[in-house]
Nanobody, 124 residues
Framework: QVQLVESGGGLVQTGGSLRLSCAAS????????IGWFRQAPGKEREFVAA????????YYTDSMKGRFTISRDTAKNTVYLQMNSLKPEDTAVYYC?????????????????WGQGTQVTVSS
């Protein structure tokens, strides 16, 4: 069973930056992609970004592209989400998960494993 551990969340002011990390216990074919989602209170889990371990494919939600950047370090089995120009509406619990296929990276119900989440709070 793949274990994922997120870290890097916290409290930041509007316009600030945070870098989230997602450390995976292993990389297998079933974990070809690592995706970031977020969930605000009372809302559904929302796709943020995803990347392949090979690094040749990455995906973003259009509204976050340009502010958020996903990257990976295969030596550390870790995926990062650099978040800049943060806004209060970015406040949520951020989760990372594993996915097999590029065609399903935006679908939260197609993720096999999830981390416990990390809270991001952006104050106005």
């Amino acid at each position: 069973q793949v274990q994922l551990v997120e870290s890097g969340g916290g409290l930041v002011q509007t316009g600030g930056s945070l870098r989230l990390s997602c450390a995976a216990s292993e990389r297998t074919r079933s974990t070809n992609f690592i995706g970031w989602f977020r969930q605000a209170p009372g809302k559904e889990r929302e796709f943020v970004a995803a990347i392949s371990w090979s690094g040749d494919m990455s995906y973003y939600t259009d509204s976050m592209k340009g502010r958020f950047t996903i990257s990976r370090d295969t030596a550390k089995n870790t995926v990062y989400l650099q978040m800049n120009s943060l806004k209060p509406e970015d406040t949520a619990v951020y989760y990372c998960g594993t996915n097999l296929s590029a065609s399903m990276v935006r679908l939260s119900n197609m993720y096999a494993y999830w981390g416990q989440g990390t809270q991001v709070t952006v104050s106005s």
